[in-house]
């Protein structure tokens, strides 16, 4: 049978055996328009009174709304505009409203980027500004300490805002259960120092921070503690589904909203593993999730439950931006084939490395299958580039990546392997018993 699976903007097709396993997740079609099913929520939220009834009793200062970066496909042009009249009707002048990008550690955005995530209206109307994890005379510190006992420093216009709404999109989530909510506060508005302290080797170790996993997992403590110290007034939670079409959101307090849309993703994006697969293949998203190697990373690890100990498991993602940070990429070449060393030093080390989190969780792959097992296939990177990463390259410069991809499969895959698809990649993350 054939199956597409997601690459840069569009699909890479390929044959595999009819008795694969296909895990695809379950999202309905959208019931109503983008903006009514924003609107409903927001007027009808979770444990909180209506947006606007709130908004009237707001603080002095900006109402800032929170919105996530580019690596998200949150599709904000087709619902920010009502949102934003929703906001002005309850008496908010729109010289009061500011845009705040939660970047993390991630790259600011372009203005191109910013008209395609918003639309041309919300950008020549609204003041909208990229958080600077590294920018100190950007950060307020907070009294109090986060859950783990680190010092809370936060975006100052956030901070000082007189209404604080955060939206973002909940999706299943390799280190922290699943996207969304407290996230876009910490890591999308924390300091570079909370950021590695976040990503910190202690709190990736535990084996329950993965994919589903709420309760008693370090990253979700952490950063819902972060947000609840913040004040978060109001909270948008989104649920896309496999066309990145809204389908449900979730509005009103902080963590009951959030634990709702978790709740919901679960039953259509988490199937459960029957059983362990001899090989694996998965895509790591699609654009815009797969435009790094460091981005592609979810989807690698996002399949794990799904395959044997010493199996083998081929993903493909675009890498149109490259391997990633230059200290993601320094870091990568610098323990090429080492990635045990450098578990050992990171271990040993309390000093974290920007971006060594990612290794960190690539490792996970690395542990289960080997390190001759892991296989990804890109035309973004030249094949000595991918090796240098702890992964064997899929050869793909003279016949492109769907028949680099078919020809490894047909190698791989025999009549009495066991093979596993996951075509959405990390946005279907298959759950273990």
């Given at each position: 049978?054939?199956?597409q699976?997601?690459?840069?903007?569009?699909?890479?097709?390929?044959?595999?055996?009819?008795?694969?396993t296909?895990?695809?997740?379950?999202?309905?079609?959208?019931?109503?328009p983008?903006?009514?099913?924003?609107?409903e929520?927001?007027?009808?939220?979770?444990?909180?009174q209506?947006?606007?009834?709130?908004?009237?009793?707001?603080?002095?200062?900006?109402?800032?709304?929170?919105?996530?970066?580019?690596?998200?496909p949150?599709p904000?042009?087709?619902?920010?505009?009502?949102?934003?009249?929703?906001?002005?009707s309850?008496g908010?002048?729109r010289?009061?409203?500011?845009?705040?990008?939660?970047?993390g550690?991630?790259?600011?955005?372009?203005?191109?980027?910013r008209?395609?995530?918003?639309?041309?209206?919300?950008c020549?109307s609204?003041r909208?500004?990229?958080?600077?994890?590294?920018?100190?005379?950007?950060?307020?510190?907070?009294?109090?300490?986060?859950?783990s006992?680190?010092?809370?420093?936060?975006n100052?216009?956030?901070?000082?805002?007189?209404f604080?709404?955060?939206?973002?999109?909940?999706?299943?989530?390799?280190?922290?259960?699943?996207?969304?909510?407290?996230?876009?506060?910490?890591?999308?508005?924390?300091?570079?120092?909370?950021?590695?302290?976040?990503?910190?080797?202690?709190f990736?170790?535990?084996?329950?921070?993965?994919?589903?996993?709420?309760?008693?997992?370090?990253?979700?403590?952490?950063?819902?503690?972060?947000?609840?110290?913040?004040?978060?007034?109001f909270?948008?939670?989104?649920?896309?589904?496999?066309?990145?079409q809204?389908?449900?959101?979730?509005?009103?307090?902080?963590?009951?909203?959030?634990?709702?849309?978790?709740?919901?993703?679960?039953?259509?994006?988490?199937?459960?593993?029957?059983?362990?697969?001899?090989?694996?293949?998965?895509?790591?998203?699609g654009?815009?999730?797969?435009?790094?190697?460091?981005?592609?990373v979810?989807?690698?690890?996002?399949c794990?439950?799904a395959?044997?100990?010493?199996?083998?498991?081929?993903?493909?993602?675009?890498?149109?931006?490259?391997?990633?940070?230059?200290?993601?990429r320094?870091?990568m070449f610098?323990?090429s084939?080492?990635?045990?060393?450098?578990?050992?030093?990171?271990?040993?080390?309390?000093?974290?490395?920007?971006?060594?989190?990612?290794?960190q969780?690539?490792?996970?792959?690395?542990?289960?299958?080997?390190?001759?097992?892991?296989y990804?296939?890109?035309?973004?990177?030249a094949?000595?580039?991918?090796?240098k990463?702890?992964?064997?390259?899929?050869r793909?410069?003279?016949?492109?990546?769907?028949t680099?991809v078919?020809?490894?499969?047909?190698?791989?895959?025999?009549k009495?392997?066991?093979?596993?698809?996951?075509?959405?990649?990390?946005?279907?993350?298959?759950?273990?018993?």
């Amino acid at each position: 049978m054939k199956t597409q699976l997601l690459y840069a903007s569009g699909a890479v097709e390929v044959t595999v055996p009819d008795g694969a396993t296909v895990y695809s997740s379950s999202y309905p079609r959208p019931p109503a328009p983008p903006n009514d099913i924003v609107m409903e929520a927001i007027r009808n939220p979770i444990g909180s009174q209506a947006l606007g009834t709130m908004l009237k009793k707001r603080r002095p200062g900006d109402v800032v709304i929170v919105v996530s970066d580019i690596t998200r496909p949150i599709p904000y042009a087709r619902f920010l505009k009502a949102m934003i009249e929703e906001i002005v009707s309850a008496g908010v002048p729109r010289e009061e409203i500011l845009i705040l990008i939660g970047t993390g550690t991630h790259r600011p955005s372009s203005a191109a980027e910013r008209r395609g995530m918003f639309g041309e209206e919300i950008c020549s109307s609204y003041r909208i500004l990229d958080h600077k994890a590294d920018d100190d005379s950007e950060l307020v510190e907070l009294e109090g300490k986060s859950w783990s006992g680190s010092r809370i420093k936060l975006n100052r216009h956030l901070v000082r805002a007189g209404f604080r709404i955060i939206t973002g999109l909940v999706e299943p989530h390799f280190m922290a259960g699943f996207s969304g909510g407290r996230k876009a506060i910490c890591p999308g508005l924390v300091s570079m120092e909370m950021l590695r302290s976040f990503h910190g080797y202690e709190f990736l170790a535990n084996p329950l921070a993965q994919n589903g996993q709420l309760d008693d997992n370090p990253c979700h403590l952490e950063a819902l503690s972060v947000a609840r110290s913040t004040g978060v007034d109001f909270t948008l939670n989104i649920v896309l589904n496999q066309k990145r079409q809204i389908v449900r959101t979730f509005a009103g307090e902080l963590d009951a909203s959030h634990r709702a849309a978790c709740d919901s993703v679960r039953t259509y994006a988490c199937p459960k593993v029957e059983f362990e697969h001899d090989v694996v293949l998965t895509s790591c998203g699609g654009y815009p999730l797969d435009t790094t190697f460091y981005q592609c990373v979810k989807g690698m690890v996002s399949c794990l439950p799904a395959v044997k100990d010493g199996g083998a498991v081929i993903s493909l993602g675009s890498c149109s931006e490259g391997v990633g940070s230059p200290d993601y990429r320094a870091m990568m070449f610098e323990y090429s084939g080492r990635w045990r060393e450098f578990l050992n030093h990171i271990r040993a080390n309390p000093e974290v490395r920007k971006d060594q989190w990612e290794l960190q969780m690539q490792a996970r792959a690395l542990e289960k299958v080997g390190d001759g097992n892991l296989y990804f296939a890109t035309e973004g990177l030249a094949t000595d580039e991918v090796n240098k990463l702890s992964m064997r390259a899929v050869r793909v410069r003279d016949c492109g990546v769907r028949t680099a991809v078919q020809e490894l499969l047909d190698r791989l895959v025999g009549k009495e392997t066991s093979l596993a698809v996951i075509p959405e990649g990390p946005y279907c993350t298959p759950i273990g018993g």
